[in-house]
């Protein structure tokens, strides 16, 4: 009879053995289901956020529509192409031949509307500054001196700038180009 109550004794230990087993096998699916559930959690949030992000790009894309002022990119392009050459080396050719352009960018400029954010008197007095500056570089090609003509380009793209900081708002997100 011992070895009987030693086998009920030993099958009360395997009973209580397999039930942690099972205890624990169950806790271990819980905690599957629970980590399922956050990396579900976070996948929705990541898709919520990408969301977000994607409407955010909208309206930045929107903004920058906003903040284009097409006539200060044209003159800011001939402006470039005039000014660099003589600052890097000494060259005024590209600023000979691009004078008269330059006075046509100014003048398509100063007659296009402005935009809301630079619609102002100091902004105009500006515009009617570059374009004398303008005017003022195409006579001094016309007369030849290269004096002249450099001192006046000088200023021209000093008075450029000028406007640039007006419509960026003192130095954020403009000049791909080194000075």
Not at 9 to 18: G, L, M
Not at 88 to 110: C, F, Q, R, T
């Amino acid at each position: 009879m011992l070895n009987l109550l030693k086998t009920e004794e030993s099958i009360k230990k395997e009973e209580q053995e397999v039930e942690s087993i099972y205890i624990f096998a169950q806790t271990i699916v819980m905690k599957k289901y629970a980590l399922l559930i956050v990396v579900l959690a976070a996948m929705v949030a990541a898709c919520n956020t990408k969301k977000e992000q994607t409407n955010n790009e909208v309206a930045d894309t929107t903004q920058v529509a906003l903040n284009e002022w097409k006539e200060m990119d044209a003159y800011h392009m001939l402006m470039a192409e005039a000014f660099h050459p003589y600052k890097d080396s000494s060259n005024l050719e590209p600023a000979k031949l691009l004078a008269a352009d330059l006075v046509k960018s100014a003048e398509s400029w100063i007659n296009a509307p402005l935009p809301e954010k630079v619609n102002n008197d100091e902004v105009k007095a500006k515009l009617q500054e570059l374009k004398a500056g303008s005017d003022a570089l195409a006579s001094a090609v016309a007369g030849g001196k290269t004096e002249e003509i450099s001192s006046t380009l000088t200023s021209l793209h000093d008075k450029f700038h000028e406007l640039q900081e007006a419509w960026y708002g003192g130095g954020e997100g403009h000049h791909d180009h080194k000075h």
